[in-house]
């Protein structure tokens, strides 16, 4: 099974500052990654997702972007932060479309 | 849109008992994959099940099975033999080339 990696556990940034948050990925080549962000109470929103390195698609427009510079690297970044960026970032592989989707620990992000 | 929608909130049940999480969609595609994913007070998404639209055999891993109403849309979870491990929360999510979207889930809550 694949290993997700994510780091920070917590951050709290001031709004206004930028923001980057990374995720590696063990256990699999090629795969699909996702960024989610789940407020307090709620389920996960997907952010972004990608097939391949340097593809991304994102599913809602935002104060964030993505990247992938490497094959198991998946960053999620901000040049802003808002108040509204508060949140739990999970990050999560698959080997494809439709099939499970492993997670990583996440971060909480609070923005003050 | 893809939508999910999970109309209970919260849930308790017995250990050792059976409960039932109702989980309905809404979409007009006719290939997708349904998911139930576990996530417990260590916030660590866990899959529980997995069910193809396409196959009309109810999905079934030891203790949970699913029953899946294509006609109706819906997608319910059933927890026998409830054990304390099984407190977390439920989210129902819906996958159509990566297009996955979660519920807003539900609080299950095992009393010993």
């Known amino acids: 099974s694949q290993t997700i990696h994510q780091w920070p556990a917590t951050l709290v940034q001031p709004v206004g500052s930028p923001l980057s948050l990374e995720c590696t990925v063990e256990g699999t080549s090629n795969p699909n990654l996702y960024w989610y962000r789940q407020a307090a109470g709620r389920g996960l929103q997907l952010l972004f997702y990608?097939?391949?390195?340097?593809?991304i698609s994102s599913e809602v427009p935002q104060n964030l972007s993505a990247s992938r510079p490497q094959d198991r690297q998946f960053i999620l970044s901000s040049k802003k932060l808002l108040l509204s960026d508060s949140g739990f970032y999970l990050c999560?592989?698959?080997?494809?479309?439709?099939?499970?989707?492993?997670f990583g620990p996440g971060t909480r992000l609070t923005v003050l | 849109a893809q939508t999910v929608t999970q109309s209970q909130p919260e849930m308790s049940v017995q250990e050792a008992e059976t409960v039932t999480l109702s989980c309905t969609y809404d979409t007009s595609e006719n290939n997708y994959y349904l998911f139930w994913y576990k996530q417990p007070p260590s916030r660590q998404m866990i899959l529980v099940i997995r069910q193809e639209a396409y196959k009309q055999q109810n999905a079934t891993e030891n203790r949970f099975s699913v029953n899946f109403q294509k006609a109706a849309k819906s997608f319910s979870l059933k927890i026998s033999d409830s054990q304390l491990g099984d407190t977390a929360m439920y989210f129902c999510?819906?996958?159509?080339?990566?297009?996955?979207?979660f519920g807003a889930g539900t609080r299950l809550t095992v009393k010993p």
């Open positions: 990608s097939v391949g390195i340097g593809q």
């Open positions: 999510a819906f996958d159509n080339n990566n297009d996955m979207r």
């Open positions: 999560a592989s698959s080997a494809g479309a439709r099939l499970e989707q492993f």
